[in-house]
């Protein structure tokens, strides 16, 4: 069996020249769009849509792993959700064609029970990938090398299971880490992402190229895919990242409105209505903060549209007057101080629609992108 990232040379034929990803997601179509994996968004039924589509669907696996968590029986009940939708409910022992589970890594005293509680899960569901994110350096730096827990050791231990790994960085330091580490394929996410993401890093125009640049020059022979993530939303911006170097490209808040997402009504109405992204989307520890969320390492923040707690909060209010007046409109039933996750290409979201149909009309206006651009080069 080949386990992606080990060396082999790419299989191209003499009419079509695959990518990696083709090679390791046979089901998908050129260029590869990819869903997220957004906790308590991304859900089973998103997933297999995008799949269908020729793109490949990630499911929201949490970020408690310890034995018991209920976010285990709940990423069991979504693989489950997914094999339906593909149709492949009376046949438990096929792979999910390109399906895979996100997992968050900065949950410290959950870490080490993932080959434990959640690789058995995944061994039982099949599907085709794992994409790690927010491993925390502390607990990297004190860990002995290989240690449970530790991005190396999780990603020998599903590749030993014959998952492609993807692992999201922001810079092209931790990029280099995560390919050292064994990783298939680099998520270079910019700043202009939306939800949780480095506190400093650089948008994908220069993220993506520098990548790709160090991954061609310092790991020769290794089979690494870089895919662009962050500000993307619509066909023009996937023409772009791919023009950058990236293989595929990732789209989050683009899926929120998904009609398959398991987003509230107030959330996708916020997302429509939401332009200027630049000025409306705000990247701060804010959010976290507010929320009483405290499982990030300060190196990450997270990028949210801009809403009353904030406002209050740049104006210098007070953070207990804040956080009094963000619980009282919880209780009230007002969602005006809520934090939505959104990149800064929400102002390009303008419809619900299924995930599928946003894989092919991203495709789709990509295609068409690109032909356009190609008389600049007559």
Not at 10 to 30: C, D, G, H, R, V
Not at 43 to 60: D, M
Not at 191 to 218: F, R, T
């Amino acid at each position: 069996m080949h386990f992606p990232g080990h060396s082999r040379k790419k299989e191209e034929s003499a009419q079509t020249a695959l990518t990696m990803l083709n090679s390791w997601f046979p089901t998908t179509k050129n260029p590869v769009i990819i869903s997220a994996p957004m906790y308590g968004i991304a859900n089973g039924t998103l997933a297999a849509e995008v799949s269908k589509a020729g793109g490949i669907g990630f499911v929201g696996g949490g970020f408690d792993f310890r034995p018991n968590s209920p976010q285990l029986t709940t990423l069991s009940n979504e693989l489950t959700l997914a094999r339906k939708a593909l149709d492949l409910a009376d046949r438990p022992l096929t792979p999910l064609p390109s399906i895979g589970v996100g997992l968050l890594l900065t949950h410290t005293v959950s870490v080490p029970h993932i080959t434990d509680t959640v690789l058995p899960i995944l061994q039982e569901h099949s599907p085709q990938a794992v994409w790690l994110f927010a491993n925390d350096p502390d607990f990297e730096a004190s860990s002995e090398p290989g240690a449970k827990g530790t991005a190396k050791q999780l990603i020998e231990a599903f590749h030993a299971s014959g998952f492609v790994v993807f692992f999201q960085v922001g810079t092209v330091k931790d990029a280099r880490k995560a390919v050292q580490d064994g990783a298939d394929v680099i998520v270079a996410q910019g700043i202009d992402a939306g939800g949780h993401q480095l506190a400093k890093g650089s948008g994908i125009v220069s993220l993506v190229p520098e990548v790709v640049d160090m991954i061609e020059k310092e790991f020769k022979g290794r089979e690494v895919v870089v895919v662009a993530a962050g500000g993307v939303a619509d066909g023009r911006g996937v023409a772009s990242a791919l023009g950058l170097g990236a293989e595929g490209v990732v789209l989050g808040t683009r899926f929120i409105v998904a009609t398959e997402a398991a987003t509230p009504e107030f959330r996708r109405k916020l997302i429509l209505e939401t332009t200027d992204g630049g000025l409306n989307t705000v990247k701060s520890d804010f959010h976290d903060q507010i929320n009483s969320t405290k499982i990030w390492h300060n190196v990450y923040d997270g990028r949210a549209v801009r809403g009353a707690s904030y406002d209050d909060h740049a104006a210098g209010l007070p953070f207990e007057e804040n956080i009094k007046k963000f619980k009282e409109a919880a209780s009230a039933g007002d969602n005006s101080r809520t934090v939505t996750w959104a990149g800064t290409a929400v102002g390009l979201v303008k419809d619900q629609k299924p995930a599928g149909d946003i894989v092919r009309e991203l495709r789709e206006e990509a295609k068409q992108r690109i032909k356009k651009i190609q008389g600049f080069a007559a």
